[in-house]
Nanobody, 122 residues
């Protein structure tokens, strides 16, 4: 059973930065692709970014491309999401997830964290 725990959320001003981290335990981290998703109030959860098991391939939603960067450290069993040039519309609960492949579809991810709140003020 893989357990995922997110951290690093909080309050930021528009134009600012935050770095989210997700720590994995209970499995072989390097076997899994990792993804970040987010859910804003009143909206469905959406794909943000994904990274392959090796870190060699990354994928981003159009809304965050060029502003967010996903990375992983297989030695430390962590995946990070560096968020720059934040906008109020980035406000959401952010979730990390693990699965067999780095894809955008939520249903393809097996394990999920509990989420961390990110709030961006204008």
């Amino acid at each position: 059973q893989v357990q995922l725990v997110e951290s690093g959320g909080g309050l930021a001003q528009a134009g600012g930065s935050l770095r989210l981290s997700c720590a994995a335990s209970g499995g072989t981290f390097s076997n899994y692709a990792m993804g970040w998703f987010r859910q804003a109030p009143g909206k469905e959860r959406e794909f943000v970014a994904a990274i392959s098991w090796s870190g060699s391939s990354t994928f981003y939603a159009a809304s965050v491309k060029g502003r967010f960067t996903i990375s992983r450290d297989n030695a430390k069993n962590t995946v990070a999401l560096q968020m720059n040039s934040l906008k109020p519309e980035d406000t959401a609960v952010y979730y990390c997830a693990s699965g067999p492949r780095a894809v955008t579809a939520q249903a393809r991810y097996v394990y999920w964290g509990q989420g961390t709140q990110v709030t961006v003020s204008s």
